[in-house]
Antibody, heavy 123, light 108 residues
Framework: QLLLQESGPGLVKPSETLSLTCTVSGGSINSTTYYWGWIRQPPGKGLEWIGSIYYSGSTYYNPSLNSRVTISVDTSNNQFSLKLSSVTAADTAVYYC???????????????WGQGTMVTVSS | SYVLTQPPSVSVAPGKTARITCGGNNIGSKSVHWYQQKPGQAPVLVIYYDSDRPSGIPERFAGSNFGNTATLTLSRVEAGDEADYYCQVWDSSSGRVVFGGGTKLTVL
């Protein structure tokens, strides 16, 4: 059974960089052709896609966050990571990592989700 | 950018049918996915590619997509169906995943 687990600091100061990692267990990131994604949800609000990455490193980013987002993959540790720079209170959210139902290019239906990790931006 | 519009709330009596809409410009030309999210939990995919159900999702969940509206239909609604529901598409013109604003389903 494939499991995804987010990890990282729960508190980040304004203007600093938010860094999260998603560890994949029960399957190998580089043995399949999925795009692995990050999605966030501010408290009491809806879902927002941040970006997705292929095992080779190819990425898609949300244009509204593009200038601040970097998603990378570490196949040796079966992980992929999110960095979001210059954070503000508006970046406070639950951050989820997820894997689509089907392999390959979009449109993606996110089928397997991590439990999510709450990140608060505050001084 | 592409916008998906959902009603903020839908109410339904147990055993009845609930329909949650997702409006978008020519959404019928896109593939629509639907998620159920209960408080404090990660979203669960309930419909993908307009009308397919992942393994384990009851047949009571059905989807359709025509013209400018996609619809998630829940038949024989149960108390356990009470949740937020989100639609989602891929907007190829902007290269982004787009979510609707979500609909809170209340079972009366």
């Amino acid at each position: 059974q494939l499991l995804l687990q987010e990890s990282g600091p729960g508190l980040v100061k304004p203007s600093e960089t938010l860094s999260l990692t998603c560890t994949v267990s029960g399957g190998s990131i580089n043995s399949t052709t999925y795009y692995w994604g990050w999605i966030r949800q501010p408290p009491g609000k809806g879902l927002e896609w941040i970006g997705s990455i292929y095992y080779s490193g190819s990425t898609y980013y949300n244009p509204s966050l593009n200038s601040r987002v970097t998603i990378s993959v570490d196949t040796s540790n079966n992980q992929f990571s999110l960095k979001l720079s210059s954070v503000t209170a508006a970046d406070t959210a639950v951050y989820y990592c997820a894997r689509p139902m089907l392999q390959g290019a979009p449109p993606w239906a996110f089928h397997i989700w991590g439990q999510g990790t709450m990140v608060t931006v505050s001084s | 950018s592409y916008v998906l519009t959902q009603p903020p709330s839908v109410s339904v009596a147990p055993g009845k049918t609930a329909r949650i809409t997702c409006g978008g410009n020519n959404i019928g030309s896109k593939s629509v996915h639907w998620y159920q999210q209960k408080p404090g939990q990660a979203p669960v995919l309930v419909i993908y590619y307009d009308s397919d159900r992942p393994s384990g999702i009851p047949e009571r969940f059905a989807g359709s997509n025509f013209g400018n509206t996609a619809t998630l239909t829940l038949s024989r609604v149960e108390a356990g169906d009470e949740a937020d529901y989100y639609c989602q598409v891929w907007d190829s013109s902007s290269g982004r995943v787009v979510f609707g604003g979500g609909t809170k389903l209340t079972v009366l």
